[in-house]
C-alpha cells in the first residue's frame, strides 16, 4: 500500500504516525512539507478528501496563528489558506494518504484506522504510553 505522510519531525504526534506506519511494515513517502510548502490545489485536495475545512485544519498552539490574528472566527477560509501557504507551519499535523483514506492524525492513533496492518504489540508512543497491547487490541488515547 502506498502511503504518504505529510510530516514535521519536530513534532511528536508526527513522529509516532511516521515510527507507527514504519513499525507496521510500510515505507511510507515523507513530505516534510515545513521545508517543501505548500500549493493552494495540494491543500484543496488534501482537506477535501480528510474532510476538513481549513479552519479545522488550522495548527492554533505553537504557531503564528494567534499573532496572525487568525484565530478570530471572522478570518475566510481563502485568508487561512494564504497564511498557510506562507507559513507552512500553520497546517495541522500530521496528514497521511493512503488508498484507505486521508486523516489528520491527531491523536497518533487515528493513523490506526487507515492501515490495514497494524505494528506487533504491544506498541507504545515515543513518551511511553501503551497504544496497542501485547494481544494486538488499540488502547484508548
Same mark, same amino acid.
Given at each position: 500500500?502506498?502511503? /504518504? ?14 515510527? #507507527? ?9 515523507? /513530505? ?18 480528510? @474532510? ?5 485544519? !488550522? ?10 490574528? #487568525? ?29 484507505? @483514506? ?6 497518533? @492513533?487515528?493513523? !490506526? ?25 488499540? #488502547?484508548?488515547?
Amino acid at each position: 500500500m502506498d502511503i /504518504v505522510i505529510h510530516h514535521n519531525p519536530a513534532c511528536g504526534t508526527s513522529r509516532n504516525v511516521l515510527k #507507527l506506519i514504519q513499525d507496521a511494515g510500510y515505507a511510507p513517502t515523507v /513530505v516534510e512539507y515545513i521545508d517543501t510548502g505548500w500549493t493552494r490545489p495540494q491543500l484543496q485536495a488534501l482537506f477535501a478528501a480528510a @474532510g476538513l475545512t481549513p479552519r479545522q485544519a !488550522l495548527r492554533t498552539s505553537k504557531s503564528p496563528a494567534e499573532e496572525l490574528g #487568525l484565530l478570530d472566527p471572522s478570518v475566510t477560509d481563502e485568508v487561512l489558506l494564504d497564511h498557510m501557504l506562507e507559513h507552512p507551519v500553520l497546517v495541522n499535523r500530521p496528514i497521511v494518504a493512503c488508498k484507505n @483514506g486521508v486523516k489528520l492524525c491527531r491523536p497518533s @492513533g487515528a493513523v !490506526l484506522d487507515l492501515l490495514d496492518n497494524w505494528p506487533q504489540g504491544p506498541w507504545a508512543k515515543e513518551d511511553g504510553a501503551a497504544l496497542i497491547d501485547a494481544d494486538g487490541n488499540r #488502547l484508548p488515547e
